[in-house]
């Protein structure tokens, strides 16, 4: 059973930047394909980004050059990069991770964070 813990929400003005970050508690974090996802109120939770195993990484239309994912398998954590922020990103963002192959659908994530609050102010 893995656990995964966010951490570095916040509220920034449009323009600014956050960077997330992810610690995960397994043991053969490298094993993981580790995934952002955002849930915004009312809507429903949207892929992000992800990397794979081997650092291969791909990212939603909508943050494609603003925001980067990275992973560090020595100290089991993902991170998040985020960019020329805008009120859109406002949401709650998750951290989640899956075995086996690369995919970006939240269905096929099986761990979830517990989510950090991202607050965009225009």
């Known amino acids: 059973q893995m656990q995964l813990v966010e951490s570095g929400g916040g509220t920034v003005q449009a323009g600014g930047s956050l960077r997330l970050s992810c610690a995960s508690s397994?043991?053969?974090?490298?094993?993981?394909?580790m995934g952002w996802f955002r849930q915004a109120p009312g809507k429903e939770r949207e892929f992000v980004a992800a990397?794979?195993?081997?650092?291969?990484?791909v990212y939603a239309d909508s943050v494609k050059g603003r925001f980067t994912i990275s992973r560090d398998n020595f100290k089991n954590t993902v991170s998040l990069q985020m960019n020329s922020l805008k009120p859109e990103d406002t949401a709650d963002y998750y951290c989640?991770?899956?075995?086996?192959?690369?995919?970006?659908?939240?269905?096929?994530?099986?761990?979830w964070g517990q989510g950090t609050q991202v607050t965009v102010s225009s």
């Open positions: 989640a991770a899956k075995e086996g192959i690369f995919v970006t659908s939240p269905s096929r994530y099986v761990y």
């Open positions: 397994a043991t053969t974090f490298s094993k993981y394909v």
């Open positions: 990397i794979s195993q081997i650092s291969n990484t």
